[in-house]
């Protein structure tokens, strides 16, 4: 269901509006079997399922280890920053990370920009050690700020903080759970806002991915409502961290959603996969660049354009795409998503065609311009 009146084949354009669209609750059972089978080649698949084996085995004896021994704590250093302005009820958790230790000004304008957006920062750093001068500096930003062990990824840092974060705003309406995997913004959040807070109470994200059933990505979630922020809350308090990163995607991305739906709530993407997928299927001329980029939506190019439209839907629904990277630049040039992710520019693990153009979607009069998000980029790739 969506919030608004537009249609799913709602024809894209610049100016093509944010429009909330509900998650339905979807266990993936024998259909996300199947999908792994249509998104690989028999031996593809295979050589997947057993990176995932190998990864789950090899992180399971990790955590068995680490458990035998005695827990060193977590927290490494705690400051208070600016103080909370009376009636503050919005809190936000950001989760850093940088080879180096530094924060680049990229992360601190996305601090920044939360702040003005009304939220008490919380910022999290898991880097191996802070450069002092820059911790200073994101004093005068962040209400607290913590430096933690690299443990249990983004999930683990909100899963240690959250008490702390929620103790300085005890009568919270709004948390947001955020990290710096995004680059930018690279156009103004001001709209963006508007459309998260007319949503009412629930949990409301980004992007919603398909993969391993219908849920919200985690880069980006903001829970509204005294009810979600607990019922979020005491989801973290129970998870089951681990040092895998598919376990934690399990345990932490999908099974949030999933939480959050069970226990009754609203939970909506701005980005539904359905919608952006069927307005782009609609264009003509995005949808022979999507079947031209796939080899295996080569097929439907000879079809006539009205069954072609409709083949390439069901082709996307049985081959989930991650909108944030396989559609990455319709997103932000069609939707106005305001970011990018950063391990597409930075490694593009599935080799699309196009990401170093990047900078051409930034204007210089972006928010954060090129500049800026290079100079983050740089950073991350440092070698210490």
């Known amino acids: 269901m969506e919030t608004s009146a537009t249609a799913l084949a709602e024809p894209i354009g610049r100016q093509t509006p944010y429009v909330l669209t509900e998650v339905i609750a979807d266990r993936p059972g024998l259909r996300r079997f199947r999908h792994g089978l249509v998104r690989h080649t028999p031996f593809s698949f295979l050589l997947r399922a057993a990176e995932v084996v190998t990864e789950v085995a090899r992180h399971l004896a990790v955590d068995i280890f680490a458990s035998l021994r005695p827990p060193a704590p977590a927290i490494l250093r705690l400051e208070t920053g600016v103080p909370i302005p009376p009636g503050r009820r919005s809190v936000a958790l950001y989760v850093h990370w940088s080879p180096d230790g530094r924060i680049s000004a990229m992360v601190r304008q996305q601090v920044t920009a939360y702040a003005e957006a009304g939220f008490a920062v919380v910022f999290i750093t898991a880097a191996p050690a802070i450069a002092e001068p820059d911790w200073q500096a994101m004093r005068g930003i962040a209400a607290l700020l913590v430096h933690r062990r690299n443990t249990g990824r983004d999930f683990g840092a909100w899963k240690d903080v959250l008490g702390k974060a929620l103790s300085l705003v005890p009568d919270a309406q709004e948390l947001l759970l955020t990290n710096d995997s995004i680059l930018g913004p690279i156009l103004p959040l001001d709209p963006l806002w508007l459309v998260l807070r007319a949503a009412g109470e629930g949990m409301v994200g980004l992007t919603e ?5 219908a849920h919200l990505q985690s880069y980006f979630l903001l829970f509204r409502g005294t009810t979600a922020i607990a019922d979020a809350a005491a989801f973290l308090r129970r998870l089951r961290l681990s040092s895998s990163k ?13 939480h959050l739906l069970a226990r009754g709530h609203r939970v ?17 001329t995005e949808r022979l660049a999507l079947i031209t980029a796939d080899p295996r939506l080569a097929p439907l190019v000879s079809l006539p354009d009205n069954l072609q439209a409709a083949a390439v839907i069901n082709a996307l629904r049985d081959r989930p795409l991650n909108l944030t990277h396989h559609l990455w630049a319709q997103l932000v040039r069609q939707f106005g998503f305001p970011f990018l992710k950063t391990d597409l520019i930075s490694r593009n693990p599935h080799r699309l065609a196009g990401t170093e153009s990047w900078p051409e979607l930034v204007g210089q009069d972006s928010p954060c311009p090129p500049g800026v998000i290079a100079e983050h980029l740089r950073r991350q790739a440092a070698k210490i």
């Open 209 to 213: 991915s398909l993969g391993g059933g």
């Open 268 to 284: 909506m993407a701005v980005f539904g996969y359905e919608r952006i997928a069927a307005a782009i299927a609609g264009d003509k």
């Open 246 to 258: 598919w376990l934690i995607v399990q345990r932490g991305e999908l099974g949030l959603t999933r």
